[in-house]
């Protein structure tokens, strides 16, 4: 590993003024992705900002919606009593992320902007209609999530800006959600695929009135699967229709083949996995 700076800036302006002064300098935040890429020296950073001396960038607050600090740790998320009441499918995304160890360390803004496409916590949050904000020095702007990734391991953070909070939309309570995660070991991996679900349905009369359809590790970054979301958008959730848009989530995914699966087997697990979750909403929440 190559010798580096460090500086831990104690409030958000001096982040972003130490990012614009330093060339090549990388936040710090829980270090699971980026001290492993400085250890292989995929990474050599000049400068380290370590991003855990500032105060109130680690906190779930709910303000007409949720608004989560970068610093947040997946582990707060996974047990957060107003997350687990109000958007529980949020908390049983975090809860698959790596191991208790790997959670207590792994941030939310870190897993947004290492941007793998199998990130967990980017697809469900893209399923949410997240909003992001990106902070520079003396400025800040608002974008949506789904303009946030430019491709994998890329975003459209820029030299000298760092993301500085997560809009979760208070719309999202109205939704039930599962996110199902497969990969050929139950902890410690990363998914071969993900999937996240949203559907806001009348139960009783069984008539869909919006689903929201999030795909991890099948394109090059996590993508919304809108032509199928739009095919049971307003229409009645029958086991055909519910076929449809499994199939139709599935030409959406734009896999490749690699050492973990191929893309051909990536697509069918994206048909299964969307079928089995919108059939496993339905059972939980049906009202017999
Ligand atoms: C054993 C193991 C298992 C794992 N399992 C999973 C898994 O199942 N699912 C999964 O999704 N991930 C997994 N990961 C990856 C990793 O834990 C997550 O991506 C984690 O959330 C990264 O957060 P961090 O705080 O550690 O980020 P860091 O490593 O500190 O940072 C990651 C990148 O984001 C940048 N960054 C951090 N914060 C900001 C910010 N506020 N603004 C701009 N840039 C920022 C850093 O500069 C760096 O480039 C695993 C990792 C390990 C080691």
Known sequence: MKNFDYIRPVNMDNAVEALKKNDDA???????????????????PKCLIDLKSIPDIDSIEYRNG??????????????????????????????????????????????LCHASPAADMA?????????????????????????????????????GEMLSEIIIPKDMER?????????????????????????????????????????????????????????????????GSIGKVAQAAADEARPISDFRASAGYRRDLVRSLVFKGINQILKDNNPS
């Open 123 to 159: 697809t469900i949050l893209l399923a949410m209609d997240c909003h992001v904000k990106i902070a520079s020095y003396k400025s800040e702007k608002t974008i949506g999530l789904d303009q946030f990734y430019t491709g994998p391991n890329r975003t459209v953070i820029g030299r």
């Open 26 to 44: 990388y936040l710090l935040a829980g270090g699971t992705d980026l001290l492993i890429g400085m250890k292989n020296n995929a990474v050599q």
């Open 175 to 239: 939704f039930k959600g599962v996110y199902l995660k497969y990969g050929p070991r139950k902890a410690m991996d990363i998914g071969i695929v993900n999937i996240a679900l949203l559907l806001d349905a009348d139960y009783e009369r069984g008539l869909c009135n919006q689903i929201m359809i999030a795909l991890g590790a099948v394109a090059p970054t996590p993508i919304r699967a809108k032509g199928a979301e739009a095919l049971l958008n307003g229409n009645r959730l029958k086991a």
């Open 66 to 111: 949720f608004k989560l600090g970068p610093l947040t740790t997946i582990r707060d998320i996974e047990v957060s009593r107003s997350i687990r009441k109000k958007i529980p499918v949020l908390s049983q995304a975090a809860g698959t992320l790596g191991s208790i160890q790997i959670r207590n360390r792994a941030t939310i803004g870190g897993n």
